[in-house]
């Protein structure tokens, strides 16, 4: 009996282990837990991610906004827009399915409809405004600036290439490389607008690596040919002015200086280059920005 008694207790406490509250990371033994403080913007229970605005964690990264996957399944009926949140962010460099998430979740406060709107008021503040003038350097080593998109609807995002996160940078540029080889191979489309990715990485993302960069993106069997989605880079105080009038921020990882801690921002602009639509996060596709690009040509 007592043999019996055991074997259903393993069977209940592994299938419990295995139910759907379990944790979904298993960190590694190198990870590094920080306290986080902050406000939830949107969620996304498919994608297993939240975007959250939270404060400066002391001694790793300045106060920005971020899409985070969550590690704790059972807290997404508490997880709204607009609740203020306090969680573990754990920092897994090694981990072979995320870099980072959060756990141990707790509500501090319930969902604040009117705080949500002064956040969504202040992602939208470069609505209506012409983008900032700039000089960088192009995949082809040319010197550009605002008014060689002038004409023409217009997007631009901001990446840096060595960039590891799946729903950071490289969906940025999975999005833009789609939408660019959709525009050159439609008759009506070709010639009709323009994308530019920013790197803020001028230490590594030179216009030879932003050139091979971008080729990757367009596809073995796709012609080189920049003249739809433009790669370019520039030092730090030609980009900070461009990523700050969109809200992006960005600065080198504390524990690990080959990579960045970023938000995501990505813009759309009518052939004036006033600002149309801001895409805060890596929740659209590249049909998305074709219609918005559309909205913008009329």
Request: charged letters at 25%; hydrophobic letters at 40%.
């Amino acid at each position: 009996m007592k043999v019996f008694v055991v074997a259903i207790f393993a069977v209940l406490f592994l299938s419990a282990c295995s139910g759907s509250d379990a944790p979904l990371f298993v960190a590694t033994e190198g990870a590094k837990r920080y306290d986080l403080r902050g406000t939830v913007i949107a969620v996304s229970k498919e994608k297993n991610v939240a975007t959250i605005d939270h404060q400066e964690i002391p001694g790793f990264m300045k106060a920005m906004r971020m899409d985070l996957p969550i590690g704790e399944p059972w807290v997404w009926s508490e997880l709204v827009p607009g609740a203020e949140i306090t969680a573990t962010l754990v920092h897994d460099p090694a981990n072979d399915k995320e870099s980072y998430w959060l756990e141990n979740i707790a509500v501090a406060s319930p969902s604040d409809p009117a705080k949500l709107e002064g956040i969504k008021a202040a992602e939208v503040a470069a609505l209506g405004k012409q983008i900032p003038e700039f000089t960088l350097t192009n995949q082809d080593g040319r010197s550009i600036t605002r008014k060689d998109f002038d004409g023409k609807p217009w997007a631009v995002t901001f990446i840096y290439a060595q960039c590891p996160l799946p729903e950071y940078c490289i969906k940025m540029s999975t999005n833009f490389s789609d939408a660019a080889n959709q525009i050159s191979s439609n008759a009506n489309l070709k010639g009709k607008y323009r994308l530019l990715s920013i790197s803020f990485d001028p230490a590594r993302d030179n216009p030879e690596a932003l050139r091979k960069y971008g080729l990757g993106y367009l596809g073995k069997n796709a012609p080189p040919d920049f003249s739809t989605w433009q790669l370019a880079v520039g030092k730090d105080d030609a980009v900070k002015p461009i990523a700050g009038f969109f809200g992006l921020r960005y600065e080198v990882d504390g524990n690990d200086k080959t990579q960045f801690v970023h938000s995501l921002r990505t813009a759309v602009m009518k052939a004036d280059g006033t600002v149309t639509k801001v895409f805060a996060g890596s929740d659209w596709t590249a049909g998305d920005l074709l219609v918005e690009l559309e909205k913008a040509a009329k």
